[in-house]
């Protein structure tokens, strides 16, 4: 296990980070909240040590991102509140449709675009992150970018 020092400057160092990734992925804010505080429980019950602080941080969004598809697995089966309501918790008025249109992309876009544009990461570390073929990851960011095109210019026109 790791001590308390270790496991505070994690979550100074990747907190923020991390709730961007999964408030992308879950559109809401609590249940982001609850995938990075399940994240780092699974960080301080690790027993062994990282390679390097890159692997550190490859392994907390892979676990974050694991722990989002699970959330988001288990409201498909269990349905609770209508999809309008929890988007109107995720975007505000003023913003400027970029993030509700890329929160209307699939799951499997919208990771690429974030990890790529958001993050910084390479293609082949997203790849590695996600468990997905470099060439798949590029297919994904280059539709991604249509996507999110096309959904954006359809919300400037609409507004």
Request: glycine share 6%; with cysteine; charged share 30%.
């Amino acid at each position: 296990m790791l001590t308390n020092g270790c496991a505070r400057e994690a979550v100074e160092k990747y907190g923020d980070m991390l709730y961007r990734i999964c408030l992308v992925m879950l559109k809401n804010s609590a249940d982001a909240e609850d995938a990075v505080q399940e994240t780092f429980i699974k960080y301080v019950q690790r027993t062994t040590a990282f390679d390097s602080e890159g692997h550190e941080k490859a392994w907390l969004i892979t676990v974050a991102t694991n722990k989002c598809r699970d959330m988001l697995r288990y409201r498909q089966r269990h349905k609770t509140e209508r999809e309008e309501l929890l988007q109107g918790y995720f975007i505000e008025q003023h913003d400027s449709g970029i993030l509700e249109a890329l929160s209307e992309l699939d799951e499997k876009y919208r990771i690429i675009l974030v990890l790529f544009y958001v993050e910084g990461y390479k293609i082949d570390q997203i790849s590695e992150i996600t468990g997905v073929s470099v060439s798949a990851v590029k297919m994904r960011l280059s539709r991604g970018r249509k996507l999110l095109k096309e959904k954006y210019r359809k919300e400037y026109i609409v507004a």
